[in-house]
């Protein structure tokens, strides 16, 4: 829960907001609303003037609308006209006069089992309180509130959290986000509605004993539900998963709502809810299902009429290219995950993109965000021509591109023409496509799988593989990708959907692993989900990376925006594991997770995960740099329209997936980026 910045809101007639007094619980809730399910109270501490404000929430939305006009007797105007200098003498100034917080009510259960209530005090993510001011606000509050009511401070930021460190928690007792919200029952991940037959599943087995006949009429509800899930109505999760899953990304891109609800089972069973028509909605502060009593009268979704067109690709003879030599543009050549590399290095080596278009989007009342950017690259004030520069250099210092070798399509296409049974596959496959024959699809890509990882490599495909990247045939541990012209896409990721290896040493097994990669071309969930969309199989090619291995201290991936608060401007989000970033991308780890502010600054742990301590102060604010660029490279890779005929043109709003890895020595790899699908 963060107290927002924004403005603008008209306030109503009616105010009960109160000045001076102690505070019980029938004043809170008197007073409260409600946010992600829990009551909350704005409150502003007057420190020239020794007393505190309780914010009628109803009628104040916004602190700093309050102090403007009812304290100072600003016109709103006047505020919007001078927003972020108000915002930094409310949030930043370590002098400040009012301090701005929110108390929320919690309940949780205490070590005998009995209920406790007890109030969370913060403030916004971007105050910088210091030490100091952060006892004083506790003490202030503390000791206007009934003293039957526990109050703890959670501590809004990263910096917040170092500056508590020196102050004993007995004096202020506290809780972290992850404590207070990592163990709640329900959890949005991808907001949205459907209608549908809820389908409920309590082992993989049950799911996978009828996941041939799911479609679009269904929810899904399961512990962890598969990779490989068909497109249905709805996801529901009974264990934790995050918002960068590869099942959440799966539901982001198609727009259906997915949540964690820890419940459900016991919802299931008490309302019998399984195979029942469900009404269910996902958003930020509620997750609801509300059972039908009649079957409903569905149309058949858009995305049943939705059709993702490919540039045609290019086939003729093309050499295997180191990816510094690649740009955007020779997606149809060597697919868009290798093209979007080459383009990378282009921006990191070049430093002549603009990666400022971001923040000079109009974001009212403010007029851009440049002074902010300026801010977070460490000036007072910039020229645009100066601060294009310093983010430039700002990127390059903190991120590198991968280097390795691009194999191209016409690769591919000389391989499969080179076996007469690969072909005759392919026809068989297209064959049973034309005819819309589902129920042989899955034998029919099984088999053409089998003859692709079988089929020998002609002695002229090899020696142009070993002649591109020598450093195979010593043993050095390499890592293939794919590289499609089918996957990244806006509209049509097809995260999780064709190979990777990432254990190859040799000739032998370079070979092996670039047959799995065409191969997963045709796989029956590759196949299934290109036909849904429109996607021809005569218009889908597989390029190849190859790349040697990076040993990775840390790794995840970083998206450039707020995933379950759509409408945050400032918030990027990152997860991360010990090690390679492929744990956190198959999901075999609950990574931590983050939340960091590009705007204001700062940033804030989201959960743990899997680990039972947080990241040093020092990677934390590595993590920050990592953040900052993802922002600034929004502005190139989505400014830009980089990603396809789908891609939807410039709009520096549309964010980024970013896969990551950080060395032993603390420097960053960017494995991959592509565009996030809202």
């Not at 947080?614 to 934390?620: C, D, E, I, V």
């Amino acid at each position: 829960m963060t107290a927002p910045l924004f403005t603008g809101v008209t306030e109503p007639a009616t105010d009960r907001t109160v000045v001076g007094e102690n505070l019980s619980l029938p004043l809170f809730r008197t007073l409260s609303g409600v946010l992600a399910g829990h009551p909350y109270l704005k409150v502003v501490v007057d420190r020239a003037e020794n007393t505190w404000h309780l914010l009628d929430t109803a009628a104040h939305p916004f602190h700093v609308n309050y102090i403007a006009t009812r304290v100072l007797g600003m016109e709103l105007d006047a505020l919007d006209a001078q927003l972020d200098a108000f915002n930094a003498s409310v949030y930043m100034d370590p002098g400040r006069r009012f301090l701005l917080g929110v108390l929320s009510l919690h309940t949780d259960e205490d070590q005998e089992g009995r209920e406790r209530t007890f109030l969370v005090l913060e403030t916004t993510e971007a105050d910088t309180m210091h030490g100091e001011l952060l006892d004083f606000f506790y003490e202030f509050v503390r000791e206007r509130v009934d003293g039957r009511l526990p109050v703890l401070l959670k501590p809004a930021n990263h910096g917040q959290e170092e500056e508590l460190a020196a102050i004993s928690e007995q004096r202020v007792p506290r809780i972290l986000s992850h404590e207070l919200f990592g163990s709640r029952t329900r959890t949005p991940l991808n907001p949205g509605e459907a209608t549908g037959r809820l389908r409920f599943f309590r082992t993989h087995e049950e799911y996978a004993a009828v996941a041939a006949g799911l479609g679009w009429t269904d929810i899904v509800a399961m512990p962890c539900l598969p990779d490989e899930v068909p497109r249905v109505a709805g996801f529901l999760n009974t264990a934790p998963i995050t918002p960068l899953s590869h099942t959440n990304v799966l539901a982001s891109g198609w727009g259906i709502p997915n949540a964690i609800v820890r419940d459900l089972e016991q919802l299931v069973e008490k309302d019998g809810l399984d195979g029942a028509w469900v009404h269910y909605r996902v958003y930020e502060d509620e997750i609801t299902l509300e059972r039908l009593e009649h079957a409903p009268d569905l149309r058949a979704p858009a995305w049943h009429q939705q059709r993702i067109r490919l540039e045609p690709p290019l086939l003729e003879e093309a050499p295997v290219l180191a990816l510094h030599r690649l740009r955007g543009s020779d997606r149809d050549r060597y697919g868009t995950k290798a093209a979007n590399l080459g383009e990378l290095h282009h921006v990191l080596t070049g430093r002549t993109a603009d990666l400022t278009a971001f923040y000079g989007r109009p974001r009212p009342p403010r007029e851009d965000l440049y002074q902010h950017l300026a801010a977070r690259l460490g000036l007072s004030a910039a020229a645009p021509a100066e601060l294009r520069s310093r983010a430039a250099d700002f990127a390059a210092r903190t991120v590198a591109a991968p280097e390795g070798v691009a194999l191209p399509f016409a690769l591919q296409q000389r391989f499969l023409a080179s076996s007469p049974a690969v072909q005759q596959g392919i026809g068989k496959l297209k064959m049973a496509l034309e005819l819309d024959a589902t129920d042989v699809l899955d034998p029919l890509c099984l088999q053409l799988q089998q003859l692709i990882r079988h089929t020998p490599v002609p002695g002229c495909i090899t020696r142009q593989i070993s002649r591109a990247f020598p450093a195979a045939a010593s043993g050095e541990r390499l890592v293939v990708r794919s590289s499609s012209n089918a996957e990244d896409l806006p509209g049509f990721s097809a995260a999780g959907v064709y190979d990777s290896v990432t254990t190859v040493r040799g000739t032998g097994e370079l070979l092996d692993a670039v047959r799995q990669v065409w191969a997963s071309l045709v796989s029956p969930r590759s196949v299934r989900l290109r036909h849904q969309v429109g996607i021809s199989l005569d218009d889908t090619y597989m390029g190849v990376i190859v790349q040697e291995y990076v040993p990775a201290a840390l790794g995840g991936v970083l998206v450039t925006c707020n995933p379950t608060r759509r409408e945050d401007f400032r918030n990027v989000y990152l997860n991360c594991s010990p090690g390679s970033p492929e744990q956190v991308v198959d999901g075999s780890v609950l990574p931590q997770q983050y939340l960091y502010n590009t705007v204001e600054g700062g940033g804030r742990t989201v959960a743990l995960g899997s680990w039972g301590d947080g990241l040093s102060a020092a990677t934390r604010a590595r993590l920050a740099a990592l953040s900052l660029t993802g922002r600034l490279l929004q502005s190139h890779f989505s400014g830009t329209g980089v990603g396809g005929p789908d891609s939807g043109g410039s709009d520096v709003d549309r964010p980024l997936d970013i896969e990551w890895l950080m060395t032993g020595s603390g420097d960053f790899r960017l494995v991959q980026i592509r565009p996030y699908a809202l």
